[in-house]
């Protein structure tokens, strides 16, 4: 079966190929991906899709298509990815919403989800975030689901970049709140 998360508003589901459209619109978009180096070309995003299906057979997750429970309308993803950050290889939440559906809760309410459904089935001690300094709205994100700014690193071209995280411990306690 393929993993499903749900929230109020929103379903989380594993991607297929048939998403290729619907990624390639937020991917090749200059002000969606306005914090990465360039937009992705058609080839970028099939590479996208394959690298989270792949994801799901080598650890059990992935980047999950979002849509809307209402209308099953596509608007973005969001999932844990083991990323190379600042050296160590660590899971990260990310999320990518389409901008039309920007400052509407999506990516909060969507990382919440996956961050309890990454505390409830594996056994890392946290999760991580991370985004260039100037990416407001990730860090925002991070922040509203109980990450806390944890570091600042420049990567290999100079670019400065943020790291949130949230422990295990830090998870539970807040649960108990």
């Keep these: ?8 508003r929103l379903i ?4 297929n190929l048939a998403d290729f459209q619907d990624l390639y619109e937020i991917l090749s978009d200059a002000e969606n991906m306005s914090h990465y180096p360039k937009p992705y070309d058609e080839n970028g995003t099939k590479r996208w899709i394959h690298w989270s299906i792949d994801n799901y057979e080598k ?15 596509f608007i973005g993803d969001c999932g844990i990815t083991m990323q ?4 160590e290889s660590l899971p990260e939440i990310g999320y990518h919403i389409h901008k039309n559906h ?5 990516a909060k ?12 089935n594996t056994e890392f001690p946290a999760v991580y975030s991370y985004m260039t300094h100037t990416n407001v709205p990730s860090y925002s994100t991070a922040a509203s689901v109980g990450m806390k700014k944890i570091k600042e690193y420049a990567d290999e071209n100079g670019l400065v ?3 949130y995280a949230l422990t295990r411990g830090e998870w539970d306690n807040e649960k108990r709140i």
Excluded at 84 to 87: K, P
């Design 109 to 120: 309410e969507a990382a919440s989800a996956v961050r309890d459904w990454f505390f409830e």
């Design 102 to 106: 920007w400052r509407k809760g999506y």
């Design 161 to 163: 970049h943020f790291v």
């Design 1 to 8: 079966m393929k993993m499903i998360i749900e929230t109020e």
């Design 84 to 87: 190379n950050i600042d050296g």
């Design 12 to 15: 989380l589901r594993e991607y």
């Design 59 to 73: 650890y059990g997750f992935g980047l999950w298509a979002i849509e809307l429970k209402n209308s099953g309308q």
